[in-house]
Nanobody, 115 residues
């Protein structure tokens, strides 16, 4: 019932920027929360940022001040603006949604930051 398509990853140099997009089926107004997770090879998956239906946001300490999560309800899309990227940000980024007690995931998009 909820399908997520994430995109926008790529290869950038340190200090560069990328904007990730996550398009959700239906209205995101019905989704309790949406966010972005990332997972690097051999590392645990970690929360990057999330936004609730009320508009409140949370960020991992490692990205605070550099990343911004936002949403466009009319387009049923959530964005992650990533600035001042570091090599440590290299990972597969996954869009996530919480809807009626269930978790949904996008297919993932690769972000690679070179030094």
């Amino acid at each position: 019932q909820v399908q997520l398509v994430d995109s926008g990853g790529g290869l950038v140099q340190a200090g560069g920027s990328l904007r990730l997009s996550c398009a959700a089926s239906g209205s995101i107004n019905s989704i309790n929360a949406m966010g972005w997770y990332r997972q690097a090879p051999g590392k645990q998956r970690e929360l990057v940022a999330r936004i609730t239906i009320g508009g409140s946001t949370n960020y991992a300490d490692s990205v605070k001040g550099r990343f911004t999560i936002s949403r466009d309800n009319a387009k049923s899309t959530v964005y992650l603006q990533m600035n001042s990227l570091k090599p440590e940000d290299t990972a597969v980024y996954y869009c996530n949604a919480l809807f009626r007690g269930r978790l949904y995931w996008g297919q993932g998009t690769q972000v690679t930051v070179s030094s």
